[in-house]
């Protein structure tokens, strides 16, 4: 079946480093990339939506200059959190889709974003 | 706005027992309606799709039901083991393409 591929798993670093993840469809091509951010027993916040070749879009509240988001090929979608600081510690998670809005939408493994 | 909620928060059962999860959304213009499986500290795997046309999906020990116009679901795990330990996550697809999500419920089955 279809495979999302995050990378990476985990990463700690100091406040103000620009940190960059990566999230891959592995054997589909996926016109659109969504990015959620998740705190501990909360739900899935959608983001930002990302679609290969165009500007994403991002929902109400969330920074777009500092969450960057660049979705250059079908099957690459990057988001950047620039000048990390403590409270952007989070789990983010990615997500793959179809064109078709009857499919699912398949979610990699997420990253542990821990900013020191 | 998009709300999904997920009652109970947490629960526990013994080992075979049915586990009975709940999830309801506050409008009723949905496409799909998934159910997850998510394990601590790890991404989410898919479980079950039911489109907004069906009324359950089955896979295994795991049935969900939905019934679209009253903005509810039910997933049922029939026969409990302990490695359905794991968070179960309700999620919508409304829109355009936009998944709202439930805070999840929480389950521990006890061997």
């Known amino acids: 079946g279809a495979v999302v591929s995050q990378h990476p798993s985990w990463v700690i670093c100091k406040s103000g480093t620009s940190v960059k993840i990566e999230c891959r469809s592995l054997?589909?091509?996926?016109?659109?990339m969504f990015w959620y951010r998740q705190f501990p027993k909360q739900s899935l916040m959608l983001m930002a939506t990302?679609?290969?070749?165009?500007?994403?879009?991002?929902e109400q509240g969330v920074e777009k200059d500092k969450f960057l988001i660049n979705h250059a090929s079908l099957t690459l979608s990057t988001l950047t959190v620039t000048s990390a600081h403590p409270e952007d510690s989070s789990f983010y998670i990615c997500?793959?889709?179809?064109?078709?809005?009857?499919?699912?939408?398949?979610f990699g493994d997420g990253t542990r974003l821990s900013i020191l | 706005k998009q709300e999904v909620t997920q009652i109970p928060a947490a629960l526990s059962v013994p080992e075979g027992e049915n586990l009975v999860l709940n999830c309801s959304f506050t409008?009723?213009?949905?496409?799909?309606l998934q159910w997850f499986r998510q394990d601590p500290g790890k991404g989410l795997t898919s479980l079950l799709l039911?489109?907004?046309?069906?009324r359950e999906q089955t896979s295994g020990r795991l049935n969900a039901s939905l019934d679209k116009s009253s903005g509810r679901s039910t997933l049922y795990i029939a026969a409990s083991q302990p490695g359905d330990s794991a968070t179960y996550l309700c999620?919508?697809?409304?829109?355009?393409?936009?998944?709202?999500f439930g805070k999840g419920n929480q389950v521990v089955v006890i061997p």
């Open positions: 997500s793959a889709k179809f064109r078709d809005r009857s499919q699912p939408q398949h």
């Open positions: 054997d589909f091509q996926a016109t659109t």
């Open positions: 990302s679609n290969e070749g165009s500007k994403a879009t991002y």
């Open positions: 409008d009723s213009a949905i496409y799909n």
């Open positions: 039911i489109q907004s046309s069906q």
């Open positions: 999620a919508v697809t409304y829109g355009n393409n936009r998944l709202a």
